[in-house]
Structures are given as C-alpha cells and as structure tokens.
C-alpha cells in the first residue's frame, strides 16, 4: 500500500515514527503491544450509573456495623459539603 492510500491517521502516525528518536521507538512498540494486549482481553461488563445513594442503599445489611449504610450517606453529605465549600471558596 501506498502512502498515498493510507489514511490520514496513519499517515500522521508514519509520519511522527520517522521523525522520532531511535531510542523512544521501543516505548511506542510497548504501548502498540499494550494495546494489541487489550485488544484480546474480554470486554469488562459496565454499571449500570447509580448515584452514591443508590449504591450505598444497595449495599444496606450486608457490612458489619450498627446504621453502617446511614453513617456512610452522612460522611457522603459531609464530603459533598465541604468539597462545594471549598469550590465556592476557590472561585471567590
């Protein structure tokens, strides 16, 4: 294939590579069989989005603890409070 037939990405790509230093050529081969390598594992399944409630409601009865799930809602709320406090604060 010619470089003319080749698509803009990698034309880009070819193009960086021969301009790149011999010695940082074995990091992009690491990272092409990184991603080679990842290419050939198996889909990790996605959450369904929960909000933090959610997940902590979800988890109730299954930790240790008197009110475990009703003490950590309340150290969520006071995270979110002074992460909103700090956030106004570094605006002002």
């Known amino acids: 294939m010619t470089l003319e037939l080749v698509p803009p990405i990698r034309k880009k790509i070819v193009e960086k590579l021969n301009h790149m230093p011999e010695d940082d050529l074995s990091e992009v081969m690491d990272f092409l069989e990184f991603l080679a390598w990842r290419a050939q ?7 369904k989005s929960s909000s933090t409630a959610e997940v902590l409601r979800a ?4 930790g240790k603890g008197e009110r ?3 003490r950590l809602l309340a150290a969520r709320q006071t995270d979110q409070t002074i992460d909103e406090k700090s956030h106004d604060y570094l605006r002002s």
């Open 68 to 70: 475990l799930v009703e």
């Open 41 to 47: 594992q198996p889909p990790v399944p996605q959450m």
């Open 59 to 62: 988890l109730r009865g299954r």
